[in-house]
T-cell receptor
Framework: DAKTTQPNSMESNEEEPVHLPCNHS???????IHWYRQLPSQGPEYVIH???SNVNNRMASLAIAEDRKSSTLILHRATLRDAAVYYC??????????FGAGTTVTVRA | SQTIHQWPATLVQPVGSPLSLECTVE??????LYWYRQAAGRGLQLLFY??????ISSEVPQNLSASRPQDRQFILSSKKLLLSDSGFYLC??????????????FGSGTQLSVL
């Protein structure tokens, strides 16, 4: 499986943007980039996904580098409810989705 | 709309006792089903996945097993629990078919403590 590398943790102030980086230098041409987040004591929830172009939805934006070897999840205005572990995942299988350790985001009031 | 139910929410079991965790999905047909485990402070480990009734793929050799007796029911079992089986167990589903954009939808999880 293609692997991703994320920082262990990031801190942000409330109402400020958060940029979460993810490196995936071994990504193949057909791998989709998925982001999930996990709030404490809950199951992960889908955030966003993309292939080549930047993507926006109501939760976040995903910026994908031109060579696709890295991407950045952008939370435009962090709230206390955004404190979670964020997982960057490469979808390289029709059936399996493998989760790494993710980035723990802390939001300061 | 689709919903996923997982129970119980918490479970404390002695070493050597059996285990049965159940997961059901509503509002969809022929889903792909998954069991994940998360040790404290760690990422998620895929244990089993199923693409149809009676079809189970195991990702990690262990003393756990999974079964899918009905289309939308997924069961995780063990005959004898070990201390190392403690963790947060999550059931998930996705639509079937060969597409890499499929989203995973997770249940609320079962916190299992083996003592």
């Amino acid at each position: 499986d293609a692997k991703t590398t994320q920082p262990n943790s990031m801190e942000s102030n409330e109402e400020e943007p958060v940029h979460l980086p993810c490196n995936h230098s071994t990504i193949s041409g057909t791998d989709y980039i998925h982001w999930y987040r996990q709030l404490p004591s809950q199951g992960p929830e889908y955030v966003i996904h993309g292939l080549t172009s930047n993507v926006n939805n109501r939760m976040a934006s995903l910026a994908i580098a031109e060579d696709r070897k890295s991407s950045t999840l952008i939370l435009h205005r962090a709230t206390l409810r955004d404190a979670a572990v964020y997982y960057c995942i490469l979808r390289d299988s029709d059936y399996k989705l493998s989760f790494g350790a993710g980035t723990t985001v802390t939001v300061r009031a | 709309s689709q919903t996923i139910h997982q129970w119980p929410a918490t479970l404390v079991q002695p070493v050597g006792s059996p285990l049965s965790l159940e997961c059901t999905v509503e509002g969809t047909s022929n889903p792909n089903l998954y069991w994940y485990r998360q040790a404290a402070g760690r990422g998620l480990q895929l244990l089993f996945y199923s693409v149809g009734i009676g079809q189970i793929s195991s990702e990690v050799p262990q003393n756990l097993s999974a079964s899918r007796p009905q289309d939308r029911q997924f069961i995780l079992s063990s005959k004898k629990l070990l201390l190392s089986d403690s963790g947060f167990y999550l059931c998930a589903w996705s639509v079937s078919g060969g597409r890499k954009v499929k989203k995973l939808f997770f249940g609320s999880g079962t916190q299992l403590s083996v003592l």
